[in-house]
């Protein structure tokens, strides 16, 4: 027993006691590098540092930021998530030129930074951050007119009229080995209510050589007009607009009753080399509308909305290229009549569509059930429309009509 009682931390190899400080969080952690010399120094080890999230911290001001950065943070970093003071009552200068460009030069294998409630209208340009990031993540943050041009001092007229010729100028860098002009690596872009993300911010998207990824997530202020002029599209100088993108997010799920412009009407003109598309919220129903247009798409995925069966069969009979099609949160309407689908009466076809759609039998059993509950019929409709196509269905439901 008296062996047991001299064992304490200091007989701990350092991988272990390593170990056992990753569970703490970086308040903690710093109250932990206060205890001994030896505990000092392994607080410090990059290995704690990889990943660093601040946003349940409370109260985080440049002074602390300065701090972390100076004693912790260093080439270990990855990923970075702060929560800023935009909804506080003492405000102030959260982010500054300063210590992003202290970021960048302390942190250079950070590649996704994440930003809460921050204010950036101190900013003049998204240049600032970290030119190693490939992920950029805002959520409820206020954003400066240019902060996502491809210079601080280029004008917001004529960011727009000269896209096509930066757009241009980039391939011919690319060509010959050089980077993007802009300087800007980021490759996913991720909006979550950001009230003054407008149809300006989005044209001056299309500088960005590498942006794939761009999700819009309760962007109020963006329009079908907008959408519609960032549309990657055939012009004079080749593909116009955001011709890298892949994949488009766009989603409202606000306040009841607010008015708004469905920014997904602008999909109808089409959208040249767009893989996947993801609608949410109010924006389904004119984005199912639009997406025909769509000739390269390959995944359509469906969020927090009420579909019927006859829009979503409508909608895809022009979506042949289809491989995957995923209903998330999705409230099905009630039969009121059979969709009406080329070749579903052939037997053959609906034998297979049947077996795509996961095996469904065609007894007068099923055939009732089919009356209450659309997705099985839905299931058969699009099996025919789409063979090759692959079904997920999460958290569904069916209304029930009160009548």
Same mark, same amino acid.
């Given at each position: ?11 701990? %190899? ?67 998530? $702060? @929560? ?15 210590? $992003? ?25 998204? !240049? ?23 210079? %601080? ?5 004529? !960011? ?115 893989? #996947? ?5 109010? #924006?389904?129903? %004119? ?32 979506? @042949? ?29 609906? #034998?297979?569509? #049947? ?49």
């Amino acid at each position: 027993m008296d062996e047991f009682k001299v064992c304490h931390l200091d007989y701990f %190899p350092e991988n272990i006691l390593i170990d056992v400080l990753s569970y703490l969080s970086v308040r903690e952690l710093v109250r932990a590098g206060r205890v001994c010399k030896r505990w000092k120094r392994l607080v410090k080890d990059q290995r704690l540092w990889r990943f660093v999230d601040l946003t349940a911290w409370k109260g985080v001001t440049s002074r602390i930021l300065w701090l972390l950065l100076r004693q912790y943070l260093g080439c270990g970093l990855r990923c970075l998530r $702060l @929560r800023g003071l935009l909804l506080s009552a003492r405000g102030g200068t959260f982010l500054s030129e300063s210590w $992003l460009k202290a970021l960048s030069a302390k942190c250079p294998r950070l590649s996704k930074f994440y930003l809460l409630h921050a204010d950036l209208r101190s900013l003049p340009s998204c !240049q600032l951050l970290p030119q190693s990031l490939h992920v950029l993540e805002l959520r409820g943050c206020e954003l400066p007119r240019e902060f996502f041009s491809q210079s %601080p001092d280029s004008p917001a007229g004529s !960011q727009a009229t000269s896209s096509a010729g930066a757009q241009q100028q980039g391939r011919d860098r690319k060509g010959k080995g050089q980077g993007s002009p802009s300087g800007i690596g980021i490759e996913r872009l991720v909006l979550n209510n950001v009230p003054s993300f407008t149809d300006q911010h989005l044209q001056s998207l299309s500088s960005w050589e590498r942006l794939d990824h761009l999700e819009l997530r309760d962007t109020f202020r963006v329009t079908a007009n907008g959408l519609r002029s960032s549309a990657a599209k055939d012009g004079v100088c080749g593909v116009e607009g955001l011709s890298r993108l892949k994949f488009l997010k766009i989603g409202i799920t606000g306040r009841q009753g607010y008015q708004l412009q469905m920014a997904s009407l602008g999909l109808g003109a089409g959208w040249l080399g767009l893989e #996947e598309l993801s609608l949410g919220g109010k #924006e389904v129903g %004119p984005g199912l509308l639009c997406a025909s247009r769509l000739k390269d798409l390959k995944a359509l995925c469906l969020w927090a909305c009420t579909l019927s069966e006859m829009q979503i069969v409508r909608s895809c009979r022009m979506l @042949r290229g289809l491989r995957r099609m995923e209903f998330l949160d999705v409230a099905f309407q009630p039969r009121q009549c059979p969709p009406v689908v080329e070749g579903e009466g052939a037997g053959g076809e609906e #034998e297979d569509g #049947e077996e795509a759609a996961g095996g469904d039998n065609s007894t007068d059993e099923n055939k009732t059930l089919d009356t209450n509950d659309p997705i099985p019929s839905l299931r058969r409709s699009l099996a025919v429309l789409l063979p090759s196509c692959t079904l997920v269905f999460t958290n569904c439901s069916v209304q029930i009509n009160a009548d």
